[in-house]
Nanobody
């Protein structure tokens, strides 16, 4: 069964950091692009970052450039999202999703090009 499981969310103060993990099961993550998306209450889903199969190509939303870093460890079938300098507007449920090997390079953060979404992890940035 193909599955993605996010973890690492929580409550953090503004300016703090969190690292999210997206663990794959039922398939070898190394053959796929992975994207991170988020959705805040009352807002549309937003693309955050994506990474291609070997990590050589990444795409970031303008709102997180310079603060978030996406990386992957294919040996562990896991993709990470390191989030630094967090702001209140980063509060959302964060999801990871699987694309094919070309999705991130060709389509970036186009959510419709990704399938097999995880269940999400809540990130709350508040003092």
């Amino acid at each position: 069964q193909v599955q993605l499981v996010e973890s690492g969310g929580g409550l953090v103060q503004p300016g703090g950091s969190l690292r999210l993990s997206c663990a794959a099961s039922g398939f070898s993550l190394g053959s796929y692009s992975i994207g991170w998306f988020r959705q805040a209450p009352g807002k549309e889903r937003e693309g955050v970052a994506c990474i291609n199969t070997h990590g050589a190509s990444t795409v970031y939303a303008d709102s997180v450039k310079g603060r978030f870093t996406i990386s992957r460890d294919n040996a562990k079938d896991t993709v990470y999202l390191q989030m630094n300098s967090l702001k209140s507007e980063d509060t959302a449920v964060y999801y990871c999703a699987r694309g094919n090997q070309y999705t991130c390079s060709l389509y970036g953060l186009a959510a419709l090009k990704y399938d097999n979404w995880g269940q999400g992890t809540q990130v709350t940035v508040s003092s």
